[in-house]
């Protein structure tokens, strides 16, 4: 089996689970109990607290643990919005490409009166820092635009965008649940005010996150109840879970360059391969993309049989996010970056582990030119294609 689905979740590090197996066994005690037990699972998450802040540029105190990314971009945007409605200013910026996590928190928030205004991102999938700047108006609180594309991998002008809010004092968060651990990041340098993380992106066990939120934010209370985490997000923590979510990330980040030295040029061989089929593109940015990131459509074939026919052949892959696998609707990315529905029907996305080989990418490159080849020969849409009765789009 090749699994070619990181961005959906990734396998947990050999390192990670000895944290986490460790912990579970030896420190169970409650953080917040005084005595011994407890204290000795409050050392662990403080010291969680500072790796986490240390690997991002950011300070401990900088930091919440949360059950993940969804959580981390819920709490974010809503915090921004209630402290920026409390000074009458309710209007949001952010792009139409984003992770469900954001587009539902800011449709919450449209239903309750806040001006949501999301910008393009052109065919490459990249916003320019300089349409940010031009739609910030007196009354906007928050610009959220992701780090980068969890469909496509297509990389933000993070700094740039994070310089232009910082001028206008608007607040800026980024979901970069796609970046970290994969790109070298620095909250202090790239201007961010708030950061959205999940340790299942990164080798980490899954339910486990972080939101970085820079001092003087106020955060809102999204749980009621005990005071932990500042009594912003009541409820014991996951002791076993942040700690192992550290090791892992502590691991990637030291290892950055390394696996991106390994993995661009077998990635970069794997779209040579596929370009080769006719009537195809890659999606977004071919530069600026994530090292691990695959993205194509196939015109005149469906994704789901592809995926299950690359399924037979030991290859798990995706047809963009897996929160909307399932449904028929096309991937509302690949809309956003202009594909029209026949087209972002007939993609596939493969998102690769760091230890990829040579191999897998040659046998990648031929299962999917086969499954693609076999599909098209019982494709009605594409018999109408090559018939001339209907028009190639790619
Ligand atoms: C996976 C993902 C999330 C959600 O994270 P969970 O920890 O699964 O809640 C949010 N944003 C992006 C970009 C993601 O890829």
Known sequence: MIYADNAATTPMSEAAINTMTTL???????????YEFGQKAKEVLEQAR??????IGADAKEIIFTSGGSEADNQAIISAAKAGALKGKKHIISSKFEHHAVLHTLKKLENEGFEVTLLDVHENGIIDPSEVEAAIREDTC??????????IGTIQDIKGIGAVCRAKGVIFHTDAVQA????????????IDMLSAS???FHGPKGVGFLYARKGIRLANLIEGGAQEKGKRAGTENVPGIAAMVTALKEEVANIDKNTAH????????IEGLKEIPHSALNGDEERRLPSNVNFCFEGIEGESLL????????AASSGSACTSGSLDPSHVLLAIGRVHDVAHGSLRLSLGEDVTEEEADYIIKAV??????LRGFSPVWRDLVAGKTQFIL
Do not use: Q
């Open 180 to 191: 970290i651990g994969h790109l070298k990041i620095n909250v202090v340098e790239e201007n």
């Open 50 to 55: 500072e790796d986490t802040a240390a690997l």
């Open 369 to 374: 030119k086969e499954v693609v080849e076999y």
């Open 142 to 151: 928050l610009v959220t635009i992701m780090y980068a594309n969890n469909e």
């Open 199 to 201: 340790a299942h992106k």
């Open 263 to 270: 993995i661009l040029p077998i990635r970069n061989k794997i």
């Open 24 to 34: 579970i066994r030896e420190t169970y005690g409650n953080p917040s109990s005084l």
């Open 308 to 315: 299950l026919l690359l399924d037979d052949k030991g290859i």
